[in-house]
């Protein structure tokens, strides 16, 4: 059947609609996309459990003075600090192999490997150029790049110019180069500016911003979530613990027994807050053996160590659970508690 002068008419102009409306939605994608098109999506780059067998140590300096802040006002950096340093708890811990994997998919762009892991608590002259130790970069196309330094020696599992995909395993969690501790550096950069990753933008001065326009996969936004100290470590010795000790992993290489000359409970934190206090307490089976709550801090601490104890007083410790107790306390409120218990029999 023909259509009528009049339906032609309705015909083309519904025709002609379509066509300017998919015209509309064509034109806004193509000055759309390349904003999307330019972004990159990270993933978590390390194969461990954050806030468990991981933490951050440290995030990007957003301030450009001599002066340091990180993306929360925070001090949780260093000055000129251009990454965030994932770091685990000990060289124990490195020594049994935690997998650095890339955060997103693309070309090894250059490896270092060979360096010595060793831990450096001064600037080394002897390591200049060489600060990042064993390391990987991967170009991930449109200006955009990631380096992951500090790898273990021995352990670089990639080669230049090799395709990877997001999650392959580059790496292993080392102390090589310019490290105070064992920990994965990882930077992230545009056209060659450094890019903070929790915020998607460079360093530019601004702080106390959110994380929802960073670059990491939402669906781990949560778990990324911006802490103001953390306690990484508790445990058990038969003396005195130090800072060193603790990050060589020999704090309780040797546990308390019924014969140990005395008994120690230690506790180690990370990004602690000027005015900060720790409560500990030593419990063992007939009551408190010792206890304390140390002054307020002075400033910052990026690593502080603290410990109480008790010296044997006869010839052995009764059978029992011994309990060290942990509070930290900021402007008068409980912000982190913890238990750990120790069985002498």
């Not at 990180?70 to 935690?98: L, P």
């Amino acid at each position: 059947m023909g259509l009528s002068g009049r339906s032609k008419a309705i015909r083309f102009q519904i025709v002609r609609l379509c066509l300017v409306t998919c015209l509309h939605i064509c034109f806004l994608g193509v000055f759309a996309s390349p904003a999307n098109a330019d972004t990159l999506t990270l993933s978590f780059p390390l194969r461990c459990t954050l806030h468990e067998t991981c933490f951050i140590q440290k995030y990007v300096d957003t301030d450009p003075s001599p002066d340091a802040q990180d993306y929360r006002c925070g001090q949780a950096t260093d000055d000129g600090h251009k990454g965030t340093d994932f770091r685990v708890v000990s060289v124990s811990d490195a020594k049994k192999g935690v997998a650095v994997i890339a955060a997103a998919p693309g070309r090894v762009k250059a490896i270092r490997d060979g360096m010595e892991d060793r831990l450096i608590d001064k600037d080394a002259g002897s390591l200049r150029g060489r600060e990042c130790g064993n390391g990987v970069v991967i170009d991930h196309g449109r200006g955009w790049e990631t380096q992951y330094c500090h790898l273990r020696q021995g352990s670089v599992s990639v080669r230049q110019g090799q395709q990877v995909k997001t999650g392959r395993p580059i790496g292993l969690v080392g102390y090589s180069g310019q490290a105070q501790f064992p920990h994965l550096h990882l930077s992230v950069r545009h056209e060659g500016r450094v890019i903070d990753p929790f915020t998607g933008e460079s360093s530019d001065g601004g702080c106390d911003v959110g994380m929802d326009k960073g670059l990491w996969q939402a669906d781990f936004r949560a778990t990324l979530k911006y802490r103001r100290g953390e306690l990484i470590e508790t445990g058990f010795a038969e003396g005195p613990v130090s800072s060193h000790d603790l990050e060589e992993g020999r704090g309780g290489s040797a546990q308390p027994t019924s014969v140990s000359p005395a008994i120690v409970f230690y506790v180690r934190f990370i990004n602690l807050q000027k005015g900060d206090r720790l409560r500990l307490v030593l419990n063992g089976p007939s009551g408190v053996l010792a206890q304390n709550t140390t002054k307020p801090l002075q400033r910052n601490k990026a690593r502080y160590v603290a410990y109480v104890g008790r010296k044997l007083r006869g010839n052995r410790w009764p059978d029992g659970r011994y309990r060290g107790q942990i509070q930290l306390l900021r402007s008068g409120a409980v912000v982190v508690e913890k238990e750990v218990v120790l069985k002498i029999q």
